[in-house]
């Protein structure tokens, strides 16, 4: 969690009315951008969230504005022309007091704030089938709301971000200038598997090349701590964090999402805790996404949804190690090894997920198949 800095108390003061005393409270467990809660104190008001984009993860942090000003704007539309019983509920971006939608700081950092969605709360572990349906509903709900949105209207915030060949690249370079590392079990793990499969890196990249998969407004992040849930009931109410929203493969999202939901130990596990690919999860989230999004055919093609599935682990093992090895400046860590250890749970993952290949397959054929 990021520490309270005199700059986001002060700058917590541009977002709050006049007169209020806001109070900043460290929030969540993203690994980019520091997050903070802020309490806006006596009369209560609505509490806001505060955050500083990373400049690292995102170079050019106004193009991210521009982009979920669009994105809000056009789900809100939508869900006034189409109200439902149950629908998804998104946080509002809140300009400060004098109207402006963000503020730099002395270093260049942009901070911005959203309104704070009461009686919700995140999970860092899935549990189950429960938690899997309500995630598969919200992810498919999201999908379904912008899935009529024109990508052109959205700018690329992080070019080649599921690019899994340039993250290789990335890695080799990383590998080279580190020069010989102590070679421990985990790290001799991860080199070895990830040499041995470097030629299915590029399935889905040569595929969205040849135009064989349509390309959509994504999320790029829906791993299970991006939802809120009801705090009584644990519906699914949202799934935020829209920073990495932008054109791309439904395949990367559903498949990221699985990654996340179906491991019950974790990011980072402990060390007698397993790494399993959880098929029951799996088929739950599945069903409730394809429900929510009312249409398969852009997964016509279920070999692709495989391969991002098997995919999506690997790449973001890939990206851990290689943060590692630069010295881990990228994802925010809590221990020196923290992103060794990220990196080998996802290439457990991806193997997992290797010896599941018939079943996942075999679910995806089916669910498919079936009438929406
Ligand atoms: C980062 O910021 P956060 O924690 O929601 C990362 C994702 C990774 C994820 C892994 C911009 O997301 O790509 O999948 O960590 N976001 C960025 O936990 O790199
Ligand atoms: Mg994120």
Redesign the pocket.
Known sequence: MPTVTATAREIACAFAPHGAEPAVHPHG?????DTYLVDLGNPPRPRLILQRI?RR??PEPELIMANLHTLLEHIRVRQRREPRARDLRFPELVPTRDGRAFVLDAEGGLWRALSYLENTRTFEKPDGPPRAAETGFALGRFHALVGDLDTRRLRDT?PD?HNTPRHLERFDRARAAAGPHPESEELGFCLSFIGARRRLAGELETARLKGRLPVRVIH??P?L??FLFDEADEHAVSLI?L??AKPGLLQHDVA?CLR?CCNRAG?SPGSNEAVRFDLEICRTLLQHYFIALGDRTPFADGDLLYAAIRLIPFE?GV??LTDYLEGSK???IEYPEQNLV?AATQLRLSAEIELSEKEIKGMIEELVRREA
Do not use: P, Q, V
């Not at 467990?29 to 951008?33: A, F, S």
């Open positions: 467990n993203g690994l980019i951008n990373n993860a995102f992080r971000f790029g992040d791993k701590n991006n964090d920073d990495t990221d996340s990011e973001l990206r851990f990228y994802f925010r990220r």
